[in-house]
């Protein structure tokens, strides 16, 4: 069984800095990709970032320059360090992960439940 847990968010002062983080849980479960997502009520779900076993990462062009993902693999845990926040980066915040649950050879993926960002003055 694989349980994905976001932590962090909360309110924000326009220009101020906020972190989120996820860990999973899982022995089985051997992660390739971490992403963020988010989402805001009536629109559609957004990539916000995404980092891969090697390290490698991107950016929507909405939060380039400002966000920063990173990643412990062994601790099976990423996290979004958010700078210089927005009034628009408002949002609930998506920790998703796709691997393969061994044994099988089928990559899956698994979301959190979600937590919420408002920046605000």
């Known amino acids: 069984q694989v349980h994905v847990v976001e932590s962090g968010g909360g309110l924000v002062q326009p220009g101020g800095s906020l972190r989120v983080s996820c860990e999973v849980s899982?022995?089985?479960?051997?992660?390739i990709d971490w992403m963020w997502h988010r989402q805001v009520p009536g629109q559609a779900r957004e990539l916000v970032?995404?980092?891969?076993?090697?390290?490698?990462?991107e950016y929507a062009d909405s939060v380039k320059g400002r966000f920063t993902i990173s990643r412990d693999y062994a601790k099976k845990s990423v996290n979004l360090q958010m700078d210089r926040l927005k009034a628009e980066d408002t949002a609930t915040y998506y920790c998703?992960?796709?691997?393969?649950?061994?044994?099988?050879?089928?990559?899956?993926?698994?979301w959190g439940q979600g937590t919420q960002v408002t920046v605000s003055s």
């Open positions: 899982g022995s089985r479960f051997r992660i």
């Open positions: 970032a995404r980092i891969n076993a090697g390290g490698h990462t």
């Open positions: 998703a992960v796709n691997g393969l649950l061994e044994p099988s050879i089928k990559r899956q993926d698994y």
